[in-house]
């Protein structure tokens, strides 16, 4: 079998630069390091990172209180991961009196200044994306109030009178054609508002990619990374658009070689959170097939 990896397959800048933060404390000797929810979205890289010293506690979804109380001898510290944080999340993350370590990826942090400066200057702000991601849950944080997650048309149909002032963002990791209709969509309703593509350079790359695999001749796509990563799911999603055969998986143990034996030339990407490792292995077994 021929096999051809997505040259963006893997982790993302932010992501890379957010575990190396987290695992600089660690190799320091610094336990426990905290991050305010899963570090990444990754099963098999968290046991990993969970086997190094570094503990994700709580869930920052829910914004719950955290158990951090230090034990005798700890000298712990809290890392902020690569979705952001609300403001008053970083507030209260601060008041716990151990090291704050901010380890949002700067794209995302982009992302919060637009919205901050707009509500400053009294902007709705509508943004396009999962109400329950742990991104847009940040982001709203940042709307002083006058924030709307939309999701489709239907959505912006539903928004009240937002009257002029009204600026429209993305989650970093959504479709770009999808943004561009919904973006198009606000404008016919409030056409004053300023809308601003903020999906991210490595979410564009790898979305591109799914269509240069399909370009290059492959018969099916292998997508690796966690069912609860929002960019793995919309590569799968992606692929199936393409009107190509996915196979989701997250680890090795789940190809369906069966399925697979029927294909010369087969695609592999993966999402932003999704180590190498696995990726090797995939391409490996894959490699392997006659
Ligand atoms: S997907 Fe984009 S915004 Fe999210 S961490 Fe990666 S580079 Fe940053």
Redesign the pocket.
């Known amino acids: 079998m021929r096999v051809i990896r997505a040259k963006s397959a893997g982790f993302?800048?932010?992501?890379e630069r957010?575990i190396d933060i987290a695992r600089e404390y660690a190799q320091k000797g610094r336990h426990p390091v905290y991050t305010d929810g899963p570090l990444i979205h990754n099963r098999q890289m968290m046991e990993v990172l969970t086997g190094e010293g570094i503990r994700e506690v709580g869930d920052y979804s829910k914004q719950e209180k955290l158990d951090v109380a230090a034990g005798a001898g700890e000298h712990p510290v809290m890392v902020v991961r690569?979705?952001g944080i609300s403001p008053d999340r970083r507030q209260y993350l601060k008041s716990l009196g151990m090291e704050f370590r901010d380890a949002t990826?700067?794209?995302?942090g982009i992302i919060a200044g637009k919205v901050r400066l707009h509500a400053k200057r009294g902007f709705h702000t509508v943004i396009f994306g999962d109400a329950k991601h742990p991104?847009v849950i940040g982001l709203l944080g940042y709307t002083e109030g006058h924030g709307h997650v939309v999701a489709s048309k239907a959505d912006i149909d539903a928004l009240p009178d937002l009257g002029s002032n009204v600026c429209m963002v993305s989650q970093?990791?959504m479709f770009t054609d999808e943004f561009e209709i919904l973006g198009a969509h606000l404008k016919q309703r409030f056409p004053q508002a300023l809308v601003f593509d903020t999906i991210?350079?490595?979410?564009k790359d790898r979305q591109a990619d799914v269509v240069e695999l399909h370009r290059q001749g492959c018969e099916a796509i292998i997508v690796i990374g966690g069912r609860h990563s929002a960019?793995t799911v919309k590569l799968a999603k992606l692929v199936e658009l393409q009107g190509l055969p996915c196979f989701h998986v997250e680890t090795v143990a789940e190809l369906d070689l069966k399925a697979l034996q029927r294909y010369t030339v087969v695609g592999v990407t993966a999402g932003?959170s999704t180590p190498a490792f696995l990726i090797d292995e995939v391409c490996k077994q894959l490699e392997a097939l006659p």
């Open positions: 993302c800048w932010g992501v957010a690569a979705h990826c700067p794209d995302v991104e970093s990791t991210c350079g490595a979410t960019n932003a």
